[in-house]
């Protein structure tokens, strides 16, 4: 069992920046690969990001355009999404979620999610 709290949502302004935090607790957390999706209201939800146990690996939505950024950190139990150059389209509720393998596009291939954090961003 993996337990995952997000953190770090928020309102911001157009062309500001936030940084989401997802800890993670349970079983061993460097061996799970680590996802981040976003999910709009009337809107399903959608990949983000995601990286590797060893952090070698990371893979990004397209249409991010290099504004985001995943990383981990291993010995604290936290993955990170730094979000840069936000746009008002980009207000979701972000998840993170995990699995014990590689990285996947699709949300029912995660087997442990948390629950939650809204990123509002305001034209």
């Known amino acids: 069992q993996v337990q995952l709290v997000e953190s770090g949502g928020g309102l911001v302004q157009a062309g500001g920046s936030l940084r989401l935090s997802c800890a993670a607790s349970?079983?061993?957390?460097?061996?799970?690969?680590m996802g981040w999706f976003r999910q709009a209201p009337g809107k399903e939800r959608e990949f983000v990001a995601g990286i590797t146990w060893s952090g070698a690996i990371a893979r990004y939505a397209d249409s991010l355009q290099g504004r985001f950024t995943i990383s981990r950190d291993n010995a604290k139990n936290t993955v990170y999404l730094q979000m840069n150059s936000l746009k008002p389209e980009d207000t979701a509720v972000y998840y993170c979620?995990?699995?014990?393998?590689?990285?996947?596009?699709?949300?029912?291939?995660?087997?442990?999610w948390g629950q939650g954090t809204q990123v509002t961003v305001s034209s």
């Open positions: 349970g079983r061993a957390f460097g061996v799970y690969t």
């Open positions: 979620a995990s699995r014990p393998s590689g990285i996947h596009y699709q949300s029912d291939a995660y087997d442990y």
